[in-house]
C-alpha cells in the first residue's frame, strides 16, 4: 500500500477539536479514506486580550489506490 499525507490548517472559535473537525470534514469533501490525523501545531489567536479562536495544522494520511488509468 501507498500512502499520502497532506498538510491542513483548521480554525475554529469553538475549541481545538472543532479545529481539527472541521479540516478533516473539509478535506473529506474532496479526499477519500483519510483514516489518520495527526496535529502538528496549535494555536491560540488572541483579540483584546481574549483568545478569539483555535488554529490547528494537522497532517492528514490517506491511501492512494491502486488502480492504474488507461
Do not use: C, N
Amino acid at each position: 500500500m501507498v500512502e499520502k499525507t497532506i498538510e491542513l490548517t483548521g480554525l475554529s472559535s469553538t475549541s481545538i477539536e472543532d479545529a481539527v473537525s472541521l479540516a478533516v470534514s473539509r478535506a473529506a469533501v474532496t479526499v477519500s479514506g483519510i483514516y489518520e490525523v495527526q496535529v502538528s501545531d496549535i494555536t491560540a489567536v488572541v483579540e483584546d486580550g481574549v483568545i478569539a479562536r483555535w488554529k490547528v495544522k494537522i497532517k492528514a494520511t490517506f491511501p492512494i489506490k491502486d488502480s492504474i488509468h488507461e
